[in-house]
């Protein structure tokens, strides 16, 4: 049976290397003892033959293994260096070639040392390379800034320059802003009616850790939990295969180690793209970053309908006031209508007269008392 051309080459790459290595040792061991050799010519050839033999057994028996393993590891790195933007790829070459400069400049000191002054400078080679690269890539954006500022330093007064081009995906209308999706925006659901209005565009950014936390909703022992999962999960279908939403799946983490809610406002910042959410501290925490929010509660706030004093509506009362006297009714839309007086039309409708309206964080409230038209016919009843 014909064997395989990669045992045969690993053989050959084997038995070269043994070869090789048995005549670098014999090398140095004439320069070690050069009055007395410790070998003959003989016992050299046999040497060499022997480390030869073994060398090209070791490349027959592993050498595809470590080929295939080498060849798995390549594409590895290619696929990563693919998806990488442009901008990480060159800060990363230049950091790796700064690195290995100042690695250059040491070698001369650190081969010196005893014992260790062969192989260290290969090590600090790598290292520095490895970040140079690291920090290149991480802090990309600050390099960028810093060169802009000479050049804008001496650049002359003038009309102040347009800003840049938001990002835009394939699929955004042109001049929309891409916008990043919490989980909690994809559970509540509101966000698929507002797509269908027509009153949100761009691309809807899902990053790998949101997707992750609702298929974790999605499998929780908990029948709630794992209902606003299957929920959420049916929403972004409903985005995508219903309303052919453009529905991005990323999974670009700019800081893995820390909670979802901070990734995902940091990466926002890094797309110059704005947070959709109902979660309020989220929401603070991305006001204070700088990073424009959307938050569907407060958008469902403001469209509510508004009530100004003097105006007229009928109310169901449902429930007592915390005041004595006061009934609690609920417009449709679920805000909160407290009548001074109206504990008596309890489980009925009444006609009232707007006094005053709060906006809260918990939302809208109005204020009123009973029409005197409204009162008249009561009592006349």
Known sequence: MRAEPGPWLGAAVGAAAGFYTALAWLGALSRAYPVSPALNGQEAAALALALALVGGWLGWRFGPGWASLAASGLRTVRQRLFRLPALDVLSGAVGVVLGLVVAFLLSPAISRIPWVGAYLPIAVSLGLAWLGGALFAARREEWMRLLDAPRSAVEPAGPPAPEP??????????????????????????????????????????????????????????????????????????????????????????????????????????????????????????????????????????????????????????????????????????????VEGGRRFLNGDVDIEVTSSYQTAQGRMIFGRPRSAHLERVGQA
């Open 165 to 338: 081009p938001v990002p835009e995906f394939a699929g955004a209308a042109p001049g929309a802003r891409p916008k990043v999706l919490d989980t909690s925006a994809i559970i509540d659901g509101r966000i698929a009616d507002l797509y269908r209005t027509g009153f949100l565009e761009g691309d809807f950014i899902v990053p790998t850790a949101v997707l992750d936390e609702l298929r974790h909703i999605a499998d929780s022992p908990d029948p709630t939990r794992r209902q606003r999962g299957r929920h959420g999960l049916q929403v972004l279908g409903t985005l995508q295969k219903e309303l052919g939403a453009p529905v991005v799946f990323t999974d670009r983490d700019p800081a893995p180690s820390k909670e979802v809610d901070n990734r995902i406002v940091l990466l926002a910042q890094e797309m110059g793209a704005q947070v959709v959410t109902t979660d309020y501290n989220l929401n603070k925490v991305a006001e204070l970053l700088g990073v424009a929010v959307l938050n569907v509660n407060e958008l469902a706030g403001v469209l509510r309908p508004r009530y100004l004093p003097g105006d007229e509506f009928a109310v169901r009362i449902v429930a007592d006031g915390k005041q004595a006297g006061q009934g609690v009714g609920y417009l449709e839309d679920g805000t909160m209508v407290v």
